[in-house]
């Protein structure tokens, strides 16, 4: 035969979805939570932004090519890490502390574990806890429309618990209105709860993120702050909780981060339950009122036992132990 | 209607259009035939023809060479030319009978008259099917008597017919279901012949909604058969998953069928098994579909088994220039051909021209863990980690994570977003882990 075709083992045909696909609808996603942060705190949050972005990517270029390792650059991953950082540092943040971190974040927590799909801890996240331990001041001053403000989370756990919710939330001038659009102190990309839920919502849709982890996050987060949260069943209480801090970003965006959760299907629920608690301690018994970071990337470490333990019964197996 | 399906699959292009509406055509070699003794699972047959001697259409060749095996047959006449090894489909060189067609299809005595099933004993109906070299046509190739040959005969609660033809591209069975439906509930009346407590479902993949009509029409007062729908998911012709869909009862690989009280067979088994029940004519010819975006013109052919595939393509008008990979069989299971010269075999389905490699096109990249390879398998595996230990040669934690478990449907691999080539890889880590059991 003059010609020579091609053999290889089945199967033949593959999935028209890459790599870089889901690494844009992540990107996609992250827009709106992108867009209300510039939105809420104008021109240093977009100097931000683009600082962890170029960072991120150009760190991950570099090394690799210093390394002489195929560049992955084009398929997203370290934009979606650099725009996620962005998005968890404060606008008034000096822009070499963002660099700083996503030097980390691509550098140390992501390259040198094996690059994508090998590192254990969300880099982002990991980079942010970083900078927040190094740099405690500067991470946590926020800034609205030029007047310094601390985060409603802040101002809850420091208030007095026998006063209302809303009414302390209100003496400051906020309202839980103002946390749904994003109108507060905080993070860039975490203010706006409505920007991250239609971000969330295009993720669902296009199936590149499941309920599991979001909504035993959630729900094992408001079981635990309604019964140790010290207000009892008060449901702007809840709501405050879950609208504030970086709650919504976390559980959407950082809890299903692909690399570092488990892979199995009841491993994500634990791990979900586990976050939920843990934010729940964090915020309330620790010293600073929000957990989120911390409480994602100690549950990162705890993934490989969760899967562990999860590895699933196989198809036909129940009836096999059952039959003698 | 929603079909009844399983947990996890996936959903690749379907490619039926191409050759869903052709007829089936019946096709005759020109050159010589290959019988491969080894066309089923089991012990090869045993030849009993040498060369020089002159054999019928319909005349056995070789012997089965123990129970869990079964007879061939000649579907040509001729003069025997050889009995050597010869390549195969699966890349095998296989001992095979060659044979030169005189081209009169000279019959045996009683090649093709009728016979009524009800007179016949279960002993005698067995007999036949294992005479007449029957064995799945699925794609396995388990020999047929066997299967119709369970501890009791009293505990088989369903007899099943595969219908489903997930294999995307592939059109036989589907053909087979229009033209043929009487013999297929022929076959099925004989099989619930033989299992008193058993009633007959024929399954059928909600895309083929022509077949569907049909057969339901065809069952329409007939006892105990009736046809079930099944959603269109790939992989739920598998055994495993055909039987879940129907009973919701489930097997494991350590199992078979008949534990479950359930046998199953491919629809053209069934026609095979009417036809040498109530016809006298055994396993000599198999519908092969040849299609894909590379073939000239897709057809549908009823190919005597023994032909090569050479001639197969060329008859069916060849394939383009550009065609890059020919596939024995659909995408998903088949096999890469890299000499045409190969028979067609029992368990041969179709001849797939493809323009386009997608596994040679996407280099695999670091996995990302997104978690699709353990939704979509049928066996809820998780790929992702057996992936990993068949990487660093970890047999035992392959096995403790239940990887003996997967049949290779190739679901993970299909949907992998970093074109990982897991099932390449647990085939592999499977032979060898059989390979070592069997020492």
Redesign the interface.
């Known amino acids: ?1 003059s010609k ?12 028209k ?3 870089k ?2 690494m844009q609808d992540v990107v996609i996603g992250l827009l709106p939570a992108v867009l209300a942060g510039i939105w809420v705190f104008k021109v240093p949050a977009l100097l931000v932004l683009s600082t962890t972005c170029v960072t991120c990517i150009l760190t991950e270029y570099f090394y690799e090519r210093f390394m002489k390792k195929p560049i ?1 650059t084009s ?1 997203y ?1 370290a934009l979606v890490t650099g725009l996620l950082l962005g998005m968890n540092l404060p606008s008034t943040i000096p822009l070499w502390i963002a660099m700083l971190g996503s030097v980390f974040a691509i550098l140390v927590v992501k390259q040198l574990f094996g ?4 590192n254990f801890m969300n880099p982002a996240l990991g980079a942010r806890c970083f900078l927040l331990i190094s740099f405690t001041g500067r991470m946590t001053s926020f800034t609205v429309d030029g007047v310094s403000q601390a985060t409603p989370l802040a101002l809850i756990k420091n208030a007095d618990k026998t006063v209302a919710v809303t009414e302390t939330l209100a003496s400051n001038g906020v309202s839980l209105f103002d946390m749904f659009i994003g109108t507060t102190g905080g993070v860039i990309g975490e203010t706006s709860a409505i920007a991250i839920l239609i971000g969330a919502a295009y993720l669902f849709i296009k199936r590149i993120i499941n309920w599991r982890i979001p909504i035993m996050y959630l729900g094992s987060f408001s079981i635990f702050v309604l019964l140790f949260g010290g207000y009892g069943l008060d449901g702007s209480y809840l709501l405050s909780q879950l609208l504030g801090g970086g709650l919504l970003l976390g559980a959407f965006f950082m809890a299903t981060d ?2 570092t ?1 488990p ?3 009841n491993g994500r629920i634990i791990y979900g339950l586990c976050l939920g608690v843990l934010t729940g301690i964090f915020r309330i018994f620790g010293g600073s009122a929000e957990g989120v970071s911390y409480a994602i990337i100690f549950c990162n470490l705890l993934v490989p036992l969760i ?1 562990k333990i999860t ?10 132990k059952n ?1 003698k | 209607m929603r079909g009844a399906t ?1 947990r996890g699959g ?1 959903h ?2 379907e490619g039926k259009e191409m050759s869903k509406d052709l007829p089936i055509e019946k096709i005759f070699p020109e050159g010589d035939l290959v019988f491969p003794l080894s066309q089923h699972i089991g012990a090869p047959a045993d030849p009993i023809v040498q060369k020089g001697d002159t054999v019928l259409v319909g005349q056995t060749i070789a012997k089965a060479g123990g129970f869990v095996s079964t007879n061939i047959c000649s579907s040509v006449s001729g003069i025997v030319k050889a009995v050597e090894p010869r390549l195969t489909a699966s890349g095998a060189k296989l001992s095979s009978i060659v044979i030169e067609n005189d081209k009169q299809y000279t019959t045996i005595e009683g090649f093709g008259s009728e016979r009524d099933y009800t007179k016949l004993s279960k002993e005698q109906i067995r007999d036949i099917i294992k005479e007449a070299g029957i064995v799945g046509m699925g794609g396995a190739g388990f020999p047929t008597h066997v299967k119709l040959t369970p501890k009791d005969d009293a505990a088989i609660d369903y007899v099943l017919v595969n219908g489903a033809e997930c294999e ?1 591209y592939l059109t036989s069975d589907y053909r087979m279901m229009l033209e043929c439906p009487e013999s297929i509930v022929g076959g099925l009346q004989v099989m619930l012949s033989l299992f008193p407590n058993a009633k007959g479902i024929i399954c059928i993949e909600d895309n083929k909604p022509e077949a569907i009509s049909i057969l339901e029409e065809r069952v329409r007062g007939v006892d105990r058969i009736q046809v079930k729908v099944l959603k269109t998911k790939y992989p739920q012709g598998a055994e ?1 998953q055909l039987i ?1 869909a129907a009973t919701k ?7 078979l069928p008949a ?2 009280g359930c046998v199953v067979n491919n629809i053209d088994t069934v026609i095979s098994i009417y036809n040498a029940v109530c016809k006298c004519i055994p396993l000599i010819r198999r519908i092969v579909t040849v299609t894909g975006d590379g073939a000239n013109k897709p057809r549908n052919f009823q190919v005597p088994t023994g032909m090569s595939y050479k001639e197969v393509l060329e008859q069916a008008g060849g394939c383009t220039e550009d ?5 024995s ?1 659909g ?11 190969v028979p067609v075999m029992k368990t041969s389905s179709a001849l ?1 021209c ?1 323009t386009k ?6 280099e695999p ?8 390879c ?2 979509v398998c ?5 790929p ?2 057996m992936m990993e230990y068949a990487e660093s040669f970890d047999t035992e934690a392959f096995q403790a ?2 990887g003996m ?1 997967c049949y ?1 449907c ?1 679901s993970c ?7 990982r ?1 897991l ?2 890889s647990f ?1 592999q880590t499977r032979r060898s882990i059989l390979d070592s059991r069997r020492k």
């Open positions: 035969m020579l075709y091609n053999v290889s083992a089945s199967p033949h045909v593959r999935d979805v890459t790599t696909n889901i992955t398929d991953s690059g994508l799909g090998q692909y690399v959760c892979i199995t299907p899967e590895i699933p019964k196989p198809f036909g197996y129940v009836k096999m039959k | 399983f996936a690749p292009f995307p495993r879940y009862r489930k097997i494991n690989s350590t199992m534990d479950a065609t890059i990979k020919i596939v069989g995408p998903m299971m088949g096999m890469a051909l890299f000499d045409l010269n797939l493809m490699d997608e596994v040679a096109e996407f990249s670091a996995c990302i863990r997104c978690g699709r353990v939704s049928p066996s809820k595996l998780i992702q980690k994570i239940h478990e290779e190739g691999t299909y949907v992998c977003p970093a074109k080539r099932t390449q085939k």
